[in-house]
């Protein structure tokens, strides 16, 4: 081996954190240990003869499509190396100056003042002292573990939630709720049409892609991004499905407020909708079907029930509106000629509709209306038929079920869950829902329906309501989070930067590789390393080619004193044995009676069927062990296949068993809910939402804003990567050499505006403004500005009415949940006003902010926030 | 051998993966002989000129590739023959240590591809990966990383059936430079736009459209589909008349000049005939 190759080693580079591997990539570290030298795509068949692998093939339209050996991930994964080798790095335990345990702890100057180092000795012991004296002073409950979330994805050492491993031991702690946050609409919603547990999508989706590729014509793209969102979770696949699409001449349409990544390159039609208002487009389709008689009477017939309900809503009945294709013009943008060529395509050809999760279409107020309308127009046109679904470009084996897969599957989806050690519970006693976090530390109680976490069954979302505290339990005291990006992430980021501040938070721990985002809240800060510096074991069942177990070794020595997440908490633990008691022997109990890393790898290994083929050790030499495609998988039913030809040998889970477009379930518990009734409905206002082009709100805020999941991060991940950062669409540079992120919008809008390409401007509601780097361009709709969420917050003024420069739009999103009932995320599809700024006139008035230690290639860097470097 | 590059736009889905991973192999990384590393930011070895072509609502994106055109009669090699050299498997390649202080091979590259590293004060450009050549890999990093052939690399007689279609990239260079990088299905122009018949708002479904090359004399013709659209894809840049027909309406005509960039036309509204 020469010099120039060095040594490969494997790494799952995904970013779905806590034990659901992806993107499976050769890693070369340089042969004296010293460096990562390259990221690069795994080639499955290195390590073993083509007779292993069993190779799928579809073949249709005298074309075929093979999965191949060479895994492709995409540039996410690819320019890794920067963010391991970041100049945002936190490479030692750090204290904010002015907080003292003993003394002042001045909460109301989390995001403002700067760190000291400190020892890990030091470090660990104030965090055992202060745990021990909240457990003392307020009970367990008074802490909050943030432990969830995207990231890096490793197994033995997190990502997130090692710390409740450890909590859990000594009295337990309080939750945030692992939200379902990449499918918040059809969880709250479709679930109540067609079950679909446990996500509300399509649950079964075998041979999905085959029978689009026999049977298909058309595959409506309906804010879904394959040229974005997997990327995070599952590489190239989507991408490759797509132009096998264009080959074989199935139609893709794009229904979608921008040109998003698929769009640009491979739709035959794009019809553009204004943010959220797909529910009027949806009913316009189902009244121009009920008006001509282009729908499957007979099948709704023996399928559904509640249809005439729904019919009568949709012709005007109920509340005197015709949901005609000019009403729905007005209301989302699409002109009627236009709705009623889709509603005649689609009641003439085999459709089905794609996704990749995000986006307005799921994440604005009222998502479960345009996630039900999906459903109920699915089953207008006879929902599983061949060529009409619903299915997914990613999470190809979600939860290790083996129906979400629609290419053919390998034999098995290997669960090395036995490795892992982070969160260890998606459900406690005391829980708090991710989207309610700011008003439960700043005003508790707060009440809520369901445990909201992803995975629950349809049922879980009547119980109730839930109350955080805990009846005679106290608020929140202490927080510990491992995943610091909530103000860029979620509902209403300005409300959650004023929580952090507020008196009741004595102690705020972070533990975190970079200094970004909430870090800067923190009171102590914990050094992690990335994956690259660890020894860990993973799994790749998401690239839709061959599922893989893999052997993760360490490419390089941890950075600075840097930790793995399981590691920092163990150093905890051994601290917290100094009290006795609870704490007595914490260290060895969190460790499973003394376990090491190489134990729970081995554990993980032999969870895996690769056990029985291989042994662990030949395991650790060969690195990895593909699994072969399942024999017979042909015969897999497709789809909803089943449903479609035997209802009431194959029911759905909804109570009736059947599609319920009026749901039963919803009338009986919610009577009195207006917003998510039984029936699905357009949603004008209400629950706290003004979001609406025709909101009184409007005058003053304008235009609807799309948000989608980032094309050049994952949420919060990578925004200081240097290599994505000059790619034209990742950032803009201002005047003031400033790398603003992107902000589209319509060169219509542009001109009323004033605004070109480079200028900078702020967008901006009652809840604060954030800026921008104008980029005017077709790819958006005139009316509608498009920024991606999950930029790095650079607070120009923090809290409520704040102003950020980093152009974290979610620190303006709403912070009222979906609707009341439905407690998710609403982070697209809302009003702001577009104004453009003078950077140099605000560099005068707020310097401070301006000033901060900057390079442009990454960003603002770590050093401006520390006071001593020892 | 000498070897080749081929690139495809209609490939490309924009991901960036070749630069990325052209990045990852070169920057911080020291390859000497073949090459030192490359500045951070700011030089594309390989690089990705994205396009926004028409208007809401008949847009397009196109990708083009490009990078170090490799060329039989490279035009650097003539300024500075001796920092310069050829392999044997065709691969043009600036020798770090010759290339010190030879600004003018930067400004000599008509492709644009030849970069200044300022820190090392060096001339640098897409090596072809030579160095893993060298060690054993069959075609270099940013091929490696994509997903699609997009970009292929490899003897020319591997592409033989495919050469007769490939153009280069600045076509009236190419015999003089004879470079070892062609295209596939390079971008030209489209037409597109919508019929309506604005009474009725309906789409008009099976309209005749012809687009008429007004220098030429060419003629095309199309129908338009279920959402009364129409596209003209990979036409020269020229100006057209664009003709509609469709049975009972009047015959509308419109004037397209695609001289400057792809045209969205719009919707055409047309109107009942009396007849």
């Known amino acids: 081996m020469g010099k120039a190759k060095g040594r490969p080693i494997i790494k799952g580079m995904g970013f779905c954190a806590s034990a659901i591997g992806a993107n499976v990539c050769s890693v070369d570290v340089a042969e004296d240990e010293s460096k990562i030298l390259r990221l690069r795509p795994f080639h499955v068949d290195e390590g073993y003869d083509s007779e292993h692998f069993n190779t799928w093939k579809i073949e249709a339209r005298g074309h075929t499509f093979e999965p191949g050996s060479k895994v492709v991930s ?111 609409g059809w969880y709250w919603g479709a679930k109540h049409i067609w079950g679909m547990d446990p996500l509300g999508q399509q649950n079964l989706q075998n041979n999905i892609i085959k029978d689009i590729s026999e049977n298909g014509d058309a595959v409506l793209f309906w804010g879904a991004d394959p040229e974005t969102t997997p990327w995070g979770w599952g590489g190239m696949m989507a991408s490759r499905l797509c132009f096998w699409f264009s080959e074989i001449g199935v139609k893709q349409i794009h229904i979608s407020p921008d040109v998003n990544y698929a769009n640009a390159v491979h739709a035959d039609k794009w019809i553009p909708v204004l943010p959220n208002t797909d529910a009027a487009l949806q009913l316009a389709i189902a009244y121009t079907w009920l008006s001509e008689g282009t729908y499957d009477w007979d099948y709704l017939d023996s399928h559904a029930i509640g249809f005439d309900n729904f019919a009568y809503y949709v012709m005007g009945g109920e509340d005197g509106i015709p949901k005609t294709p000019k009403w729905a013009e007005q209301k989302c943008g699409v002109p009627s000629c236009t709705i009623k060529a889709l509603a005649r395509y689609w009641a003439k050809h085999a459709v089905s509709i794609a996704h990749c999760n995000g986006g307005s279409f799921i994440r604005s107020c009222f998502a479960h209306e345009p996630a039900r309308l999906e459903a109920a127009l699915l089953g207008m046109q006879g929902l599983g038929k061949p060529g009409a679904n619903q299915f997914k470009f990613i999470e190809w084996s979600l939860f290790g079920m083996k129906s979400v897969t629609p290419l053919p599957p390998s034999v098995e989806i290997p669960s090395c869950s036995t490795a892992f050690r982070g969160r260890q519970y998606s459900v406690r006693p005391s829980i708090i829902p991710k989207t309610m976090i700011p008003q439960a530390i700043t005003n508790p109680p707060v009440q809520w329906y369901g ?147 190489a134990d729970f790898i081995q554990a993980g290994f032999e969870n895996t069927g690769a056990a029985s083929a291989i042994t662990f050790e030949e395991f650790k030499e060969r690195q990895y062990y593909p699994f072969p495609t399942m024999q017979g998988w042909e015969d897999l039913p497709a789809g909803m296949i089943q449903f479609y030809e035997e209802p009431e040998r194959y029911p759905l889970t909804t109570p009736s068993g059947k599609l319920e477009y009026y749901s039963t379930a919803l009338a009986d518990v919610f009577p009195d809910d207006e917003i998510r009734g039984p029936i699905p409905k357009w949603i004008e206002e209400g629950d706290g939402h003004e979001e609406r082009i ?143 700024v003078d950077v140099f006139e605000l560099a005068k008035q707020y310097p401070e902010a301006f000033e901060r230690t900057y390079d442009p290639a990454s960003g603002v860097v770590v050093d401006e926030f520390i006071v001593e470097r020892g | 051998m000498s070897k080749m590059f081929v690139i495809d736009p209609m490939r490309c889905n924009g991901c960036y993966n070749c630069q990325i991973a052209c990045k990852d192999e070169h920057c911080d990384n020291d390859w000497s002989p073949i090459a030192l590393p490359q500045p951070d930011t700011g030089h594309f070895w390989i690089g990705v000129d994205e396009k926004v072509r028409g208007s809401v609502p008949k847009v397009k994106v196109s990708y083009i590739v490009k990078l170090c055109q490799h060329c039989e009669n490279a035009p650097c090699m003539e300024v500075c023959p001796e920092a310069v050299y050829r392999r044997d498997d065709g691969l043009v390649i600036i020798d770090p240590a010759k290339a010190k202080g030879h600004r003018e091979l930067a400004e000599a590259c008509p492709y644009g591809a030849i970069f200044y590293n300022e820190g090392l004060d060096v001339a640098q450009k897409c090596t072809g990966c030579a160095h893993l050549l060298d060690d054993g890999w069959s075609v270099p990093r940013c091929v490696d990383a994509c997903a699609h052939d997009a970009i292929r690399f490899g003897d020319e007689a591997e592409f033989a059936d495919e050469l007769a279609k490939a153009a280069y990239l600045m076509p ?90 792809d045209v969205n036309v719009g919707t055409l509204d047309v109107f009942e005939s009396n007849e």
């Open chain 2, 172 to 261: 009236d260079r190419a015999e003089k430079d004879k470079p070892r990088v062609v295209y596939l299905n390079l971008p030209r122009r489209f037409v597109a736009g919508m019929v309506r018949d604005l009474e009725a708002d309906e789409v008009v479904i099976g309209a005749t459209v012809t687009l008429e090359n007004l220098a030429t004399g060419e003629i095309l013709t199309k129908e338009t589909d279920d959402f009364g659209d129409f596209w003209f894809e990979q036409v020269d840049a020229a100006s057209y008349n664009l003709y509609v027909e469709a049975d009972g309406y009047l015959t509308r005509v419109v004037e397209v000049d695609e001289a400057e960039a």
């Open chain 1, 451 to 597: 445990h909201i976490a992803a995975g629950l069954p349809r049922e879980d979302q009547f119980v109730g309501p839930l109350t955080f505290p805990l009846e005679g339990k106290e608020r929140i005291h202490m927080i510990w989070s491992d995943a610091p990006c909530w103000e860029t992430c979620w509902n209403g980021g300005n409300e959650m930067q004023d929580a952090l501040r507020h008196e009741s938070i004595e102690f705020l721990l972070i533990q975190h590789p970079w200094m970004e985002n909430d870090c800067l809240f923190a009171d102590i800060l914990l050094p992690i390393n990335t994956k690259l510096e660890e020894e860990d074991i993973g799994t790749d069942s998401d690239n839709g080619m061959w599922n893989v177990i893999y052997y993760e070794q360490r490419a390089i020595e941890p950075l600075g004193e840097s930790k793995s997440d399981l590691e920092a908490v163990e150093e905890v633990a051994k601290k917290l044995e100094q009290f006795g008691g609870i704490y007595e022997d914490l260290h060895s109990r969190m460790m499973d009676g003394g376990k090491t890393v």
């Open chain 1, 74 to 184: 995409g540039p996410l994964s690819y320019s890794y190396k920067k963010r391991v080798y970041s100049k945002n790095r936190i490479l030692y335990p750090l204290k904010r100056v002015d907080w003292d345990p003993q003394g002042e702890r001045n909460p109301q100057n989390r995001g403002k003042s700067k760190y000291v180092r400190i020892s890990w000795d030091e470090a660990t012991q104030i965090i055992a002292e202060e745990i021990k004296r909240v457990h003392d002073a307020y009970g367990p409950l008074s802490i909050l573990v943030q432990g969830d979330g995207h990231g890096e994805t490793k197994f033995v050492h997190g990502t997130h939630g090692c710390q409740t491993r450890m909590l859990g031991l000594v009295g337990d702690y309080t939750l945030q709720a692992r939200q379902p946050d990449s499918w918040e």
């Open chain 1, 694 to 836: 025709g909101s009184k709100r409007a005058v003053d805020y304008p235009f609807l804003i799309v948000s989608n999941h980032p094309r050049w991060r994952v949420h919060a991940n990578l925004d200081d990567v240097t290599w994505l950062r000059e790619i034209p669409t990742c950032k803009v540079t201002g005047p003031d050499g400033y790398a603003y992120e992107p902000l589209w919008i319509n060169p219509l809008d542009a001109g009323k505006l004033g605004l070109k390409t480079g200028d900078v401007a702020k967008i901006y509601n009652e809840r604060g403004g954030v800026l921008g780097g104008i980029l005017v361009t077709e790819r958006i709709m005139p009316g509608v500005v498009y920024q991606d969420h999950g930029a790095r917050v650079d607070s120009i003024v923090t809290g409520v009415g704040g102003l950020d420069r980093g152009g974290a739009n979610n620190l303006i999103a709403p912070s009222a949940t979906t609707s009341k009932n439905a407690h998710g995320e609403v982070t697209s599809g809302f009003l702001v006003n577009v104004e453009k």
